[in-house]
C-alpha cells in the first residue's frame, strides 16, 4: 500500500485517469441506459448491427428485418438502408463492430448465465457496449501519456489530461455515449501515433505490423480518418527539403511501406466483400442521399456558432489552437502535421451536409483527432503552468463544460437546434427554459442534404 501511494504522489496524471474513470463509472451509474435498452441506439444500432447479424441472425443480407419490420423498428433493431437493387444494406462501415466484438461475446455468455434473452439487445449487451468506450478509451491515455512524458513532466501532463478529460466533449463521450465512436477512435488515433513516431525513428517489422492494423482499424470505422495519414508523412518535416527527405526515406523503406499498405487493405477488405455481396459493387456509399459540399463548409458555424460551435461548447481547447501556433517555436516536429492535420480534417468534416452531426453535445467529430490537439495543450500548459491567472481560467473552463454537459443532460441545451437566443436564456439554468421551444431554430434536413442554405 506505501508504495502504491508513493506511485501515485509521483505520478499525477494516473490519478487524474483514475478520477476521471470515478466520475466516468458515477455518471453511468446514475444514467443507467443499459436499463432503459437506450444505449445501442442512434448510430450505434447501425455500428452495431453486424454482429447480431453474422452472429445471431447467421444473415448479412438483413432478409429476416422483412419479418417483423415494426418490432425491429420499434426495438432499435438494425435499421438497415435499402440500396438500388432491392437489398438491405448496413449504414455504417463495420470498424465499430471489430471493436465491440470482445464485448458481445462476453455479453453473450453472461445472458445465456444470467438468464436473459440471447438476442444481442438485452441488458447484458447494453451495459457491455456501454462501457466498451471507456475501456478503449484508458488503452488511449496509456499510449498518449507515455508519448506526452518523452517531452514533458508529470505535473505538466496531469494538468493537460485534466484539462481535455474533464474540459472537453470527450467527457460527455467516455461517458454517457460511451457507446459511440469517438472514445474508441480516440484509443486508435493514440496508439497510431505513439506507432507512427516509433516508426518513423526506426522501422521493423513488428512496428510495421501494428501501424498497418491500427491505421486499418481508424479507416475501417471511419474512412475520413485516412486523413490521419498527415500525421505519419509529416511528423519531423518543418521545410520543403526535409519533405523531399522524408518521401525519400519511404522508398528506402518500400519493403515496410508495402506491408503497411498491405495490412490497410486486408483490414478494410471484409467491408468490401460486404458491399460487392450486397450491392453488386466493392465501393458503395451507403450514407445513401448523403454527401460531403466541399465549396459550402461551415466553418464558423462548425467552430463557433451555438448550434454545435466546437469552441463554444468545449472551450478549453482554445488552448490547443493556442498552443499549436507555439509549437512552431518549441516543438517544431509536430507544428505542420499537427496544423495540416487539424485545417484538413476541420474543412473536410464541417462540409458534411450534416455538419452539426445531429443530436450531439458539441462538435463531436472533432474528439477523433483530440490525440494531436492535446499535444497543443500540454505546449501551452508547460509554457503557463506557473501563471495562476491561467491555470484559474482552465479550471473555470473545465466547470463550465461540465456544467453545459449537465444542462444538456437536462434539455436545457437542446440537441440540435441551439440559437443564440436559446444560449443565453440557458446560461444559469438547470431545468429546461418555459421558453426554450421559441427560441430555438431547427435545421432543415432536407435543405441540408440536398446543400442548400437554411
Given at each position: 500500500m506505501t508504495n502504491l501511494i508513493t506511485y501515485l504522489k509521483r505520478s499525477p496524471s494516473i490519478v487524474v485517469i483514475i478520477v476521471f474513470v470515478i466520475a466516468c463509472v458515477w455518471v453511468n451509474g446514475n444514467v443507467a441506459k443499459w436499463n432503459k435498452k437506450s444505449v445501442i441506439d442512434w448510430d450505434v444500432t447501425s455500428y452495431y448491427s453486424y454482429l447480431p447479424a453474422y452472429f445471431l441472425k447467421h444473415d448479412l443480407t438483413l432478409k429476416f428485418f422483412d419479418e417483423n419490420p415494426e418490432f425491429y423498428r420499434q426495438n432499435k433493431q438494425y435499421n438497415p438502408q435499402q440500396c438500388p437493387n432491392g437489398n438491405y444494406v448496413i449504414k455504417t462501415s463495420m470498424g465499430m463492430a471489430v471493436m465491440y466484438?470482445?464485448?458481445?461475446?462476453?455479453?453473450?455468455?453472461?445472458?445465456?448465465?444470467?438468464?436473459?434473452?440471447?438476442?444481442?439487445?438485452?441488458?447484458?449487451?447494453?451495459?457491455?457496449?456501454?462501457?466498451?468506450?471507456?475501456?478503449?478509451?484508458?488503452?488511449?491515455?496509456?499510449?498518449?501519456r507515455r508519448l506526452l512524458l518523452l517531452y514533458y513532466s508529470e505535473k505538466v501532463v496531469a494538468v493537460t489530461f485534466f484539462c481535455l478529460l474533464f474540459g472537453s466533449n470527450l467527457f460527455y463521450y467516455a461517458s454517457v455515449l460511451g457507446a459511440m465512436s469517438h472514445a474508441h477512435t480516440f484509443c486508435l488515433a493514440s496508439v497510431f501515433v505513439w506507432y507512427g513516431i516509433k516508426w518513423l525513428k526506426k522501422a521493423d517489422l513488428k512496428t510495421s505490423i501494428v501501424l498497418g492494423l491500427i491505421f486499418g482499424l481508424i479507416i475501417l470505422i471511419r474512412p475520413v480518418n485516412i486523413l490521419l495519414i498527415f500525421f505519419l508523412v509529416l511528423f519531423g518535416v518543418?521545410?520543403?527539403?526535409?519533405?523531399?527527405?522524408?518521401?525519400?526515406?519511404?522508398l528506402q523503406r518500400i519493403k515496410f511501406v508495402i506491408l503497411i499498405s498491405a495490412l490497410v487493405v486486408l483490414v478494410f477488405l471484409p467491408q468490401l466483400l460486404y458491399w460487392k455481396y450486397i450491392t453488386g459493387h466493392y465501393f458503395f456509399n451507403s450514407y445513401i442521399g448523403e454527401q460531403f459540399y466541399f465549396g459550402n463548409p461551415h466553418l464558423m458555424e462548425g467552430l463557433f456558432g451555438f448550434r454545435k460551435g466546437w469552441l463554444l461548447y468545449s472551450p478549453i481547447m482554445i488552448f490547443s489552437l493556442i498552443?499549436?501556433?507555439?509549437?512552431?517555436?518549441?516543438?517544431?516536429?509536430?507544428?505542420?502535421?499537427?496544423?495540416?492535420?487539424?485545417?484538413?480534417?476541420?474543412?473536410?468534416?464541417?462540409?458534411?451536409?450534416?455538419?452539426?452531426?445531429?443530436?450531439?453535445?458539441?462538435?463531436?467529430?472533432?474528439?477523433?483527432?483530440?490525440?494531436?490537439?492535446?499535444?497543443g495543450m500540454a505546449v501551452f500548459i508547460n509554457k503557463m503552468i506557473l501563471n495562476k491567472a491561467v491555470i484559474s481560467v482552465l479550471g473555470i473552463l473545465v466547470v463550465i463544460n461540465c456544467f453545459q454537459m449537465y444542462q444538456y443532460r437536462r434539455g436545457v441545451i437542446h440537441f440540435d437546434s441551439m440559437t443564440k437566443e436559446a444560449y443565453i436564456d440557458g446560461l444559469f439554468r438547470v431545468e429546461t427554459s418555459p421558453d426554450l421551444q421559441k427560441l430555438i431554430s431547427p435545421p432543415d434536413y432536407e435543405k441540408a442534404r440536398k446543400g442548400e442554405e437554411q
Amino acid at each position: 500500500m506505501t508504495n502504491l501511494i508513493t506511485y501515485l504522489k509521483r505520478s499525477p496524471s494516473i490519478v487524474v485517469i483514475i478520477v476521471f474513470v470515478i466520475a466516468c463509472v458515477w455518471v453511468n451509474g446514475n444514467v443507467a441506459k443499459w436499463n432503459k435498452k437506450s444505449v445501442i441506439d442512434w448510430d450505434v444500432t447501425s455500428y452495431y448491427s453486424y454482429l447480431p447479424a453474422y452472429f445471431l441472425k447467421h444473415d448479412l443480407t438483413l432478409k429476416f428485418f422483412d419479418e417483423n419490420p415494426e418490432f425491429y423498428r420499434q426495438n432499435k433493431q438494425y435499421n438497415p438502408q435499402q440500396c438500388p437493387n432491392g437489398n438491405y444494406v448496413i449504414k455504417t462501415s463495420m470498424g465499430m463492430a471489430v471493436m465491440y466484438l470482445p464485448f458481445f461475446a462476453v455479453a453473450h455468455v453472461a445472458a445465456k448465465i444470467f438468464g436473459y434473452a440471447d438476442d444481442g439487445y438485452s441488458e447484458p449487451y447494453q451495459f457491455m457496449i456501454q462501457f466498451s468506450g471507456l475501456f478503449y478509451l484508458l488503452i488511449g491515455l496509456f499510449f498518449l501519456r507515455r508519448l506526452l512524458l518523452l517531452y514533458y513532466s508529470e505535473k505538466v501532463v496531469a494538468v493537460t489530461f485534466f484539462c481535455l478529460l474533464f474540459g472537453s466533449n470527450l467527457f460527455y463521450y467516455a461517458s454517457v455515449l460511451g457507446a459511440m465512436s469517438h472514445a474508441h477512435t480516440f484509443c486508435l488515433a493514440s496508439v497510431f501515433v505513439w506507432y507512427g513516431i516509433k516508426w518513423l525513428k526506426k522501422a521493423d517489422l513488428k512496428t510495421s505490423i501494428v501501424l498497418g492494423l491500427i491505421f486499418g482499424l481508424i479507416i475501417l470505422i471511419r474512412p475520413v480518418n485516412i486523413l490521419l495519414i498527415f500525421f505519419l508523412v509529416l511528423f519531423g518535416v518543418t521545410s520543403l527539403d526535409q519533405f523531399g527527405k522524408r518521401l525519400f526515406m519511404f522508398l528506402q523503406r518500400i519493403k515496410f511501406v508495402i506491408l503497411i499498405s498491405a495490412l490497410v487493405v486486408l483490414v478494410f477488405l471484409p467491408q468490401l466483400l460486404y458491399w460487392k455481396y450486397i450491392t453488386g459493387h466493392y465501393f458503395f456509399n451507403s450514407y445513401i442521399g448523403e454527401q460531403f459540399y466541399f465549396g459550402n463548409p461551415h466553418l464558423m458555424e462548425g467552430l463557433f456558432g451555438f448550434r454545435k460551435g466546437w469552441l463554444l461548447y468545449s472551450p478549453i481547447m482554445i488552448f490547443s489552437l493556442i498552443g499549436m501556433v507555439m509549437m512552431f517555436k518549441v516543438r517544431k516536429e509536430f507544428s505542420f502535421p499537427v496544423t495540416i492535420l487539424f485545417l484538413v480534417y476541420t474543412y473536410v468534416i464541417l462540409s458534411w451536409w450534416c455538419w452539426w452531426y445531429g443530436g450531439s453535445y458539441g462538435l463531436r467529430a472533432m474528439i477523433d483527432i483530440y490525440p494531436f490537439l492535446v499535444i497543443g495543450m500540454a505546449v501551452f500548459i508547460n509554457k503557463m503552468i506557473l501563471n495562476k491567472a491561467v491555470i484559474s481560467v482552465l479550471g473555470i473552463l473545465v466547470v463550465i463544460n461540465c456544467f453545459q454537459m449537465y444542462q444538456y443532460r437536462r434539455g436545457v441545451i437542446h440537441f440540435d437546434s441551439m440559437t443564440k437566443e436559446a444560449y443565453i436564456d440557458g446560461l444559469f439554468r438547470v431545468e429546461t427554459s418555459p421558453d426554450l421551444q421559441k427560441l430555438i431554430s431547427p435545421p432543415d434536413y432536407e435543405k441540408a442534404r440536398k446543400g442548400e442554405e437554411q
